[in-house]
């Protein structure tokens, strides 16, 4: 029976998420197939041991002081230790990371999951690194003729030396109302929108706080925010489109997690009676998914409307997100039940994906001779 071990929690602002999308998982992962470990990363950056206990009738992680101590090698175990003594150890075949944003979604445990040389599930370190960086996926998506929302980039040094000359060529360029957006957090964190040159000056000092890069981007005039999930790894499959309907006026931190007001369209109405719209979410998920070479999954959203620059509506990439939400509301589990890839197939699939890539990587030469 192949060991899966579930990687939670994490230095996020996502860290609560984390954990109800890894108790998600394993209630619903086949564990007639699969043994189940866990390891629940503090908000500190901790490596702790998990174990499975029954609540209510159902599964849950919960952290124990043990901590995890990783080695080197394909066949080399993970050690739990306390209080400096290996009481045990466990080979695991497959990680799981469900760590939404900040060391999860940027590279960082996957980067730790290559350097031991074990096979985890979703994508390498440099495509999670590059979707977690909205600035740099904008840049490498418009470079093949993806549309984005126009923006302009600023870094912290340059805000201290050119704030007048940013502020004017944002109010001529990209216009009010606007967003002011961090480049690299999850959830709607950091991202504001501003309708005067005074609440831009305030929200772009404030978001300098998260991060040292920000940029400002154009507003979508009232868009139909859209969702779909994307499978696989270059031989993808594409759900239907579903449509965010956020209960505040864009899906902020406090429409996703907290009035819980914000309601969902599976599938997406309009994109059912358009064939044309419905055909182009697709082809350019798709198309966004290989160009940054995404594997095992991702959940990527758009925006459609009008611009102050584009007046008929028009269809606008806006992130990819590589470890989506799991839990029993999130859209990438339900857009694909939708679309008839179960819950548990769900996971089936993306453990055979990781090993698929895994078993690929390790027949590449390694050196020159």
Same mark, same amino acid.
């Given at each position: 029976?192949?060991?899966?071990?579930?990687?939670?929690?994490?230095?996020?602002?996502?860290?609560?998420?984390?954990?109800?999308?890894?108790?998600?998982?394993?209630?619903?992962?086949?564990?007639?197939?699969?043994?189940?470990?866990?390891?629940? +990363?503090?908000?500190? &950056? !901790?490596?702790?041991?998990?174990?499975? =206990? %029954?609540? $209510?009738?159902? #599964?849950? @992680?919960?952290?124990?002081?043990?901590?995890?101590?990783?080695?080197?090698?394909?066949?080399?175990?993970?050690?739990?230790?306390?209080?400096?003594?290996?009481?045990?150890?466990?080979?695991?075949?497959?990680?799981?990371?469900?760590?939404?944003?900040?060391?999860?979604?940027?590279?960082?445990?996957?980067?730790?999951?290559?350097?031991?040389?074990?096979?985890?599930?979703?994508?390498?370190?440099?495509?999670?690194?590059?979707?977690?960086?909205?600035?740099?996926?904008?840049?490498?998506?418009?470079?093949?003729?993806?549309?984005?929302?126009?923006?302009?980039?600023?870094?912290?040094?340059?805000?201290?030396?050119?704030?007048?000359?940013?502020?004017?060529?944002?109010?001529?360029?990209?216009?009010?109302?606007?967003?002011?957006? +961090?480049?690299?957090? &999850? !959830?709607?964190?950091?991202?504001?929108? =501003? %309708?005067? $040159?005074?609440? #831009?000056? @305030?929200?772009?000092?404030?978001?300098?706080?998260?991060?040292?890069?920000?940029?400002?981007?154009?507003?979508?005039?009232?868009?139909?925010?859209?969702?779909?999930?994307?499978?696989?790894?270059?031989?993808?499959?594409?759900?239907?489109?579903?449509?965010?309907?956020?209960?505040?006026?864009?899906?902020?931190?406090?429409?996703?997690?907290?009035?819980?007001?914000?309601?969902?369209?599976?599938?997406?109405?309009?994109?059912?009676?358009?064939?044309?719209?419905?055909?182009?979410?697709?082809?350019?998920?798709?198309?966004?998914?290989?160009?940054?070479?995404?594997?095992?999954?991702?959940?990527?959203?758009?925006?459609?409307?009008?611009?102050?620059?584009?007046?008929?509506?028009?269809?606008?990439?806006?992130?990819?997100?590589?470890?989506?939400?799991?839990?029993?509301?999130?859209?990438?589990?339900?857009?694909?039940?939708?679309?008839?890839?179960?819950?548990?197939?769900?996971?089936?699939?993306?453990?055979?994906?990781?090993?698929?890539?895994?078993?690929?990587?390790?027949?590449?030469?390694?050196?020159?001779?």
């Amino acid at each position: 029976m192949m060991r899966i071990c579930l990687i939670y929690g994490g230095k996020s602002v996502e860290h609560e998420i984390s954990i109800v999308s890894a108790n998600s998982i394993l209630n619903n992962i086949d564990r007639k197939k699969y043994k189940i470990n866990g390891i629940y +990363v503090t908000r500190n &950056g !901790s490596f702790k041991e998990a174990r499975i =206990v %029954k609540k $209510k009738g159902r #599964l849950e @992680l919960r952290p124990t002081k043990n901590k995890i101590v990783f080695s080197l090698g394909r066949t080399r175990p993970v050690s739990i230790e306390n209080n400096n003594k290996i009481i045990r150890n466990i080979n695991i075949d497959i990680y799981f990371p469900v760590i939404h944003g900040t060391g999860g979604e940027d590279g960082s445990i996957q980067g730790l999951l290559r350097t031991i040389d074990k096979p985890y599930v979703g994508s390498n370190t440099g495509s999670s690194a590059i979707c977690m960086d909205k600035i740099l996926t904008k840049r490498i998506l418009t470079s093949v003729n993806i549309r984005t929302a126009s923006f302009i980039e600023i870094k912290k040094d340059e805000w201290k030396e050119k704030q007048k000359k940013i502020v004017t060529d944002i109010s001529s360029r990209i216009k009010f109302p606007c967003f002011v957006k +961090v480049a690299n957090l &999850g !959830s709607s964190v950091g991202i504001y929108k =501003v %309708k005067t $040159k005074k609440e #831009l000056i @305030l929200k772009i000092r404030q978001a300098f706080t998260f991060s040292t890069k920000i940029f400002i981007e154009e507003a979508v005039i009232d868009p139909d925010e859209i969702e779909v999930s994307v499978l696989g790894n270059q031989d993808c499959i594409v759900s239907s489109p579903g449509l965010v309907i956020p209960s505040s006026e864009f899906y902020d931190y406090n429409a996703k997690y907290i009035d819980g007001k914000s309601r969902f369209e599976i599938p997406f109405r309009k994109s059912q009676k358009k064939k044309a719209l419905n055909n182009e979410i697709r082809q350019v998920a798709i198309k966004a998914y290989r160009t940054i070479g995404c594997e095992g999954m991702a959940r990527i959203d758009f925006l459609y409307g009008k611009t102050k620059n584009i007046k008929t509506p028009r269809l606008f990439m806006s992130e990819i997100n590589t470890i989506p939400g799991f839990t029993a509301i999130s859209m990438y589990p339900k857009l694909l039940e939708y679309s008839g890839v179960a819950y548990k197939k769900l996971i089936d699939n993306l453990i055979t994906l990781a090993i698929k890539r895994y078993k690929a990587e390790s027949k590449l030469k390694t050196n020159i001779f």
